[in-house]
């Protein structure tokens, strides 16, 4: 009797495990955040079943790239390369291995708005001691378009902060925001990926500034995010 009385227990117990453990799993599926590794650190990206996540690696760096699975073509970009390693004992003959590593990362992430990529960046100074990784300090951040001259940013403003509120740390947050502006100012820079039916397809608010059709006026409000952990 108490036999049969404990196995009612235990299956009682396990469902309302598996119960919860499901309801977990849905959540974090309905969440559609990822942690992905690159090098050192790892990134935390929201994915949705319009994109495909894609990784490659070399030595001293790794990129991921989201790409839109109707046009193939590369929505946004991160990446990680290592630029150089520094013993913590210092360049000098006393060199200890025991006493670990600096590694200057600079972390990137890129999106595509129509014609223009806009790139955000950290440079990371991190510690390294076997498997124990700490993020040291922020050295420098940059946001800035990475493929056209014509276009500009304007009202930049970058952030990057400690999690804790201090360093080291383990995770580090990163935002930028700006506004892409373009000027079109004859009838060759009013063509292509830059003419106005393109831009506002690409979510530009487009002003006309004269009587002539491509005498115009493009702007797009970005803000990017970025959330990296050595953790």
Known sequence: ????????LFASLLCGALVLSAAGLSAHAADGVQKVQLK?????????PEVEMVRSETENSATIELIDKQTGEVTTSYSEVIEEVIPAS?????????????????????RKDGPVNTQLSAKLKIYING????INSIESTEMKITNSNSA??????VVAISTT????????????????????????????SF???????????VSYTGSKGWEYYARKAIEMGLRYSVK
């Open 90 to 110: 210092g360049k000098g003959k006393n060199v200890l291995a025991s006493d670990g590593t600096y590694t200057i990362v600079t972390t990137k992430k890129e």
């Open 152 to 157: 500009t940013l304007e009202d930049k403003d």
């Open 195 to 205: 003419s106005a039916s393109a831009l506002t397809a690409a979510g530009f608010e």
């Open 1 to 8: 009797m108490r036999l049969t009385k404990f196995k009612s």
């Open 131 to 134: 498997s124990f990784k700490q």
């Open 40 to 48: 050192l650190t790892s990134v935390e990206i929201e994915l949705t």
């Open 165 to 192: 509120d201090k360093f080291p740390t383990h995770t580090v947050e990163i935002s930028g925001s700006a506004t892409i502006t373009y000027t079109s100012t004859n009838s060759s820079s009013a063509s292509g």
